[in-house]
């Protein structure tokens, strides 16, 4: 998306109301790494000095896996962080670039949407049964609902994606909206060498 011209279409209406959820996401991701961070100190420090581990610290463990593995997902899609074939997709222009991006991004929504039924079935069974942790008893269910949340996330980024792709494969011409434009491994080391604070104006 071009920095002078702000966007209008469809697309970019669409990539613009799921940015703000995808960085929240991201956000609610980041804060459970920290989180987990913060209560491995603490079983350290109460284990090894008053002798007397967190209850239950292996079952929030293994209930905060869901939310840092997932729901970064999208977040993830739309900076185009993944991991791609760039080696074979920075050879293409134009159509056959677009057209391939259509392939990924169709391929990317049909292996995600079984994902979300599946996990959500999980989460419903769970649910249902009322399903807990060995150890503490925390209730499982809320940590299964994250993954089909963060699923459903990442198909909406890529149907925008899709979407995307399909209009610069009509006219390549167009200013890019919704899509991951792919940079010279010489552009994002010169974006990366520079300083805050000393970026040319």
Same mark, same amino acid.
């Given at each position: 998306?071009?920095?002078?011209?702000? @966007?209008?279409?469809?697309?970019?209406?669409?990539?613009?109301?799921?940015?703000?959820?995808?960085? =929240?996401?991201?956000?609610? @991701?980041?804060? $459970?790494?920290?989180?987990?961070?913060?209560?491995?100190?603490?079983?350290?420090?109460?284990?090894?000095?008053?002798?007397?581990?967190?209850?239950?610290?292996?079952?929030?463990?293994?209930?905060?896996?869901?939310?840092?593995? $997932? /729901?970064?997902?999208?977040?993830?899609?739309?900076?185009? @962080?993944?991991?791609?074939?760039?080696?074979?997709?920075?050879?293409?222009?134009?159509?056959?670039?677009?057209?391939?991006?259509?392939?990924? @991004?169709?391929?990317?929504?049909?292996?995600?949407?079984?994902?979300?039924?599946?996990?959500?079935?999980? $989460?419903?069974?769970?649910?249902?049964?009322?399903?807990?942790?060995?150890? =503490?008893?925390?209730?499982?269910?809320?940590? %299964? /609902?994250?993954?089909?949340?963060?699923?459903?996330?990442? $198909?909406?980024?890529?149907?925008?994606?899709?979407?995307?792709?399909?209009?610069?494969?009509?006219?390549?011409?167009?200013?890019?909206?919704?899509?991951?434009?792919? %940079?010279? =491994? =010489?552009?994002?080391?010169?974006?990366?060498?520079?300083?805050?604070?000393?970026?040319?104006?």
């Amino acid at each position: 998306m071009t920095q002078d011209m702000p @966007a209008r279409g469809i697309v970019a209406r669409a990539d613009r109301l799921l940015s703000p959820v995808e960085d =929240a996401t991201n956000m609610i @991701a980041a804060l $459970f790494v920290f989180a987990l961070m913060c209560l491995g100190i603490a079983q350290i420090v109460l284990r090894t000095i008053f002798g007397t581990p967190l209850t239950g610290y292996v079952d929030l463990v293994e209930l905060s896996m869901a939310g840092m593995a $997932f /729901l970064g997902a999208a977040y993830t899609q739309r900076m185009g @962080a993944h991991i791609r074939m760039e080696l074979l997709l920075g050879t293409l222009r134009g159509r056959a670039l677009w057209g391939a991006e259509i392939i990924g @991004a169709l391929l990317g929504m049909a292996i995600i949407a079984v994902l979300i039924w599946y996990s959500g079935e999980h $989460f419903w069974r769970s649910y249902q049964l009322g399903d807990t942790t060995m150890d =503490a008893e925390f209730p499982v269910w809320p940590s %299964k /609902l994250l993954v089909p949340v963060a699923f459903a996330l990442w $198909f909406l980024r890529l149907s925008i994606q899709l979407a995307g792709s399909i209009r610069l494969f009509v006219d390549p011409t167009r200013a890019p909206e919704g899509v991951c434009v792919m %940079k010279h =491994a =010489a552009d994002v080391a010169r974006e990366e060498a520079v300083l805050p604070g000393t970026e040319e104006t």
